[in-house]
């Protein structure tokens, strides 16, 4: 698929980690590593490191904020970052399994020539022989770095903010319930929290803050509904659902895919494969209300 009008590019994430965290110190911020959150009292925010005073808490501490209060919405994840003479330079590969990884896919994103990002992720796989498994499979290669972490996949929890605090990014469940990225979207909320909260000290008026949700919701919400009712469907079809609806797409769906549709909002690149009736009789099966709100949405 020909992503070039999209224009997509590959981010390093750690760089552009690094980039806002300079930004955040130039523009007054003070950074602390090693340092957790224990509570907020009135005022008063307690850590490991300290007390400080504090109107509005910020939460950003990722799907770690979530893990104890809704467990179905999470996936074990692993990604190494590789040196293989296989990895070619503007070709991402997503390989869908059922057995493998279930609820989800292995991933191939190159960040040049020969190196680039490899991960699997699944409901319930012990994710490390996993991908062991798949780097194996793909050929000869060099791993030099890898990552464990959870990811979030179950759309945006029920409330961002309070009257004192705020929750955003993967914390508040901003990323795409499909595919589990957020660079946009999570993005998008920390700006949007952000603004929100300079407005609510600039008038101390406290109660502005549930504009934060209506806003991020408002951009988004009906995609991520739109993905979370197609990662529903998704996740009850198996393999052979799976390769007859991939036989059905054209080129002339791919081309239209890939010079009108939008990356991050993608729901309607799924709508045209599952919309069209020869992948609709190959899953007849398992039709159900939610893909027919899909369809119609």
């Known amino acids: 698929m020909n992503t070039k009008n999209q224009e997509i590019i590959a981010i390093n994430r750690r760089e552009l980690d690094k980039q806002?965290?300079?930004?955040?110190?130039?523009?007054?911020?003070?950074?602390?590593?090693?340092?957790?959150?224990?509570?907020?009292?009135?005022?008063?925010?307690?850590?490991?490191?300290?007390?400080?005073?504090?109107?509005?808490?910020?939460?950003?501490?990722?799907?770690?904020?979530?893990?104890?209060?809704?467990?179905?919405?999470?996936?074990?994840?692993?990604?190494?970052?590789?040196?293989?003479?296989?990895?070619?330079?503007?070709?991402?590969?997503?390989?869908?399994?059922?057995?493998?990884?279930?609820?989800?896919?292995?991933?191939?994103?190159?960040?040049?020539?020969?190196?680039?990002?490899?991960?699997?992720?699944?409901?319930?796989?012990?994710?490390?022989n996993t991908i062991e498994e798949f780097l194996k499979s793909k050929g000869k290669h060099s791993t030099i770095r890898k990552i464990f972490a959870p990811i979030w996949i179950k759309g945006p929890i029920k409330k961002f903010a309070s009257l004192d605090r705020v929750i955003a990014g993967d914390a508040a469940g901003q990323t795409k319930p499909t595919t589990a990225g957020g660079i946009f979207s999570c993005g998008m909320g920390g700006i949007i929290a952000g603004n929100t909260i300079v407005k609510c000290l600039e008038t101390n008026d406290f109660s502005q803050l549930k504009q934060y949700q209506k806003s991020w919701k408002d951009k988004f919400g009906k995609e991520f509904e739109k993905q979370r009712i197609s990662r529903k469907f998704l996740e009850r079809i198996d393999n052979k659902t799976i390769d007859s609806l991939f036989d059905t797409i054209t080129p002339e769906m791919v081309d239209e895919i890939s010079d009108k549709d939008d990356f991050d909002f993608h729901t309607s690149s799924i709508v045209k494969l599952l919309g069209i009736r020869k992948s609709l009789s190959a899953a007849q099966n398992i039709m159900s209300s939610e893909l027919r709100r899909l369809l119609t949405s």
């Open 20 to 128: 806002a965290a300079q930004q955040a110190q130039q523009s007054g911020a003070e950074i602390m590593v090693k340092a957790s959150f224990k509570e907020k009292n009135k005022d008063i925010v307690r850590t490991s490191v300290g007390d400080f005073n504090c109107k509005i808490l910020v939460d950003c501490r990722g799907v770690s904020a979530l893990i104890n209060n809704d467990r179905d919405g999470v996936l074990l994840s692993a990604q190494y970052e590789v040196y293989a003479d296989w990895i070619l330079d503007g070709q991402v590969e997503v390989y869908f399994d059922q057995i493998k990884y279930p609820g989800f896919f292995a991933w191939v994103i190159p960040s040049g020539s020969g190196i680039g990002k490899v991960g699997v992720a699944g409901r319930e796989i012990n994710v490390s």
